[in-house]
């Protein structure tokens, strides 16, 4: 065999090395970090549910995510300020995780209560969540408190309704 047959072959199995290596880092990367590839979108149901009750925000805290929604009638505000209670005993929340639709700011967790300010997007999926705050801890012991809508200067208390019940009673 020639030098250069040997010194082509060395070179292409170096790449091919290098490129797996790549591949297996990249595959790592994504197994470990799953949220890259989470979303939380509405069932038929739950949308029809909202609308039925009149709401303008619905919440639901479920794999591991809380994930909040925007109403289909609610005109998209210019931002939104959302206040999350919970139990500081048995939940964790994770804010720098944050995600979702838009700008989105959270407070430090503290005593029980989390702030996150949102500027949705002016292009908006209502049936995508508009906030995904990862938590881990008991379901039951989070609570979306309130949300305030704030539009050309004027603030609005908006309506919530959780999806945790519907959720619940569709599984069984």
């Known amino acids: 065999m020639s030098t250069k047959k040997i010194f082509w072959s060395v070179k292409e199995n170096i790449a091919i090395i290098i490129g797996a290596a790549f591949v297996a880092f ?9 949220g890259f590839f989470t979303a939380s ?17 619905a919440y639901k805290t479920n794999s591991w995510y809380v994930d909040i929604f925007m109403s289909e009638k ?6 939104i300020d959302f206040t999350i209670s919970f139990d500081k005993d048995t939940v964790s929340l994770d804010s ?7 700008t989105r ?10 702030l996150i300010h ?10 995508q969540s508009l906030i995904m705050l990862p938590f881990t801890g008991n ?7 309130e949300a305030v809508a704030t539009t050309a200067n004027t603030n609005q208390d908006l309506s919530i309704w959780s999806l945790n019940e519907i959720i619940s009673h569709s599984s069984k």
């Open 26 to 34: 990249g595959v790592f990367f994504v197994s470990q970090n799953p």
């Open 41 to 57: 979108i509405l069932s038929l149901q739950e949308k029809n549910f909202i609308i039925e009750k009149w709401r303008d925000i």
């Open 74 to 79: 609610l005109e998209t505000p210019e931002s």
């Open 96 to 102: 720098l995780n944050l995600s979702g639709q838009g």
């Open 105 to 114: 700011i959270a407070s430090s967790p503290d005593n029980g209560s989390i």
């Open 118 to 127: 949102s500027i949705p997007s002016k292009i908006i999926d209502k049936s």
């Open 139 to 145: 379901i039951e012991d989070i609570l979306l408190s």
